[in-house]
């Protein structure tokens, strides 16, 4: 099975920032890679897929990046609505989820 | 538009079984598959399972083998998983997703419709 790995577990940030998140994998994906934001609450919501792929609808202010183990989520210039726990999932064999990063309010 | 609608909340006493139905709609049931995830309190996403709706085909995380099962009734355009032997520690939030893919030289696969969740309450 491939884990996946993410830091910080958790982070405090304001209203305008810019927020990196990193996800590591236990081996080589390639970029099959996707993100998900979740509150609490509500289902999660696909964010990017394909390790760099917005999904449709997604602010641009989303980005991905990465390939191989090594991959990051970037928010640029952080919403109220953005505080939330962000996951990311590797596709490239059977699912399996990083632990999770809360993103809250400093 | 896609929708994945799941039925309601169950309680249940250690050693019961349960069964979660995700009706979908707006989109060709036949076309997409289906997995299965959950959330328990407090803690992460974790993957259970998935089918391929067009065979029937299933594959499940090694955790769940043996105690989970997924199917779907296409006639309904409605997919389940089914619990079985639960214990306090599958008190969780259960949701149903969709599963898309891009071109057929690359494949991504990404889980971009979710069903609403369905809380399951595991307690004697």
């Known amino acids: 099975d491939i884990q996946m790995t993410q830091s910080p577990s958790s982070l405090s940030a304001s209203v305008g920032d810019r927020v990196t998140i990193t996800c590591r994998a236990s081996?080589?994906?390639?970029?099959?890679l996707n993100w998900f934001q979740k509150k609490p609450g509500e289902a999660p919501n696909l964010l990017i897929y394909?390790?760099?792929t917005l999904q449709s609808g997604v602010p641009s202010r989303f980005s991905g990046a990465g390939s191989g183990t090594d991959f990051t989520l970037t928010i640029n210039g952080l919403q109220p609505e953005d505080f939330a726990t962000y996951y990311c999932?590797?596709?490239?064999?059977?699912?399996?989820f990083g632990q999770g990063t809360v993103v809250d309010i400093k | 538009q896609v929708q994945l609608v799941q039925s309601g909340a169950e309680v249940k006493k250690p050693g019961a079984s349960v069964k979660i139905s995700c009706k979908t709609s707006?989109?060709?049931?036949?076309?997409?598959?289906i997995h299965w995830v959950r959330q328990a309190p407090g803690q992460g996403l974790e993957w259970i399972g998935w089918?391929?709706?067009?065979?029937?085909?299933?594959k499940y995380s090694q955790k769940f083998q043996g105690t989970v099962t997924i199917t779907t009734d296409t006639s309904a355009s409605t997919a389940y998983v089914e619990l079985r032997s639960l214990r306090s520690e599958d008190t969780a939030v259960y949701y149903c997703?969709?599963?898309?893919?891009?071109?057929?030289?690359?494949?991504?696969?990404?889980?971009?419709?979710w069903g609403q969740g369905t809380l399951v309450s595991v307690s004697a």
């Open positions: 707006g989109y060709t049931f036949m076309d997409h598959a």
């Open positions: 394909a390790a760099s």
């Open positions: 089918i391929n709706v067009y065979n029937g085909h299933t």
């Open positions: 081996q080589r994906i390639s970029d099959y």
């Open positions: 999932q590797q596709s490239y064999s059977l699912p399996s």
């Open positions: 997703a969709r599963l898309s893919f891009t071109d057929t030289t690359n494949y991504y696969r990404y889980l971009d419709y």
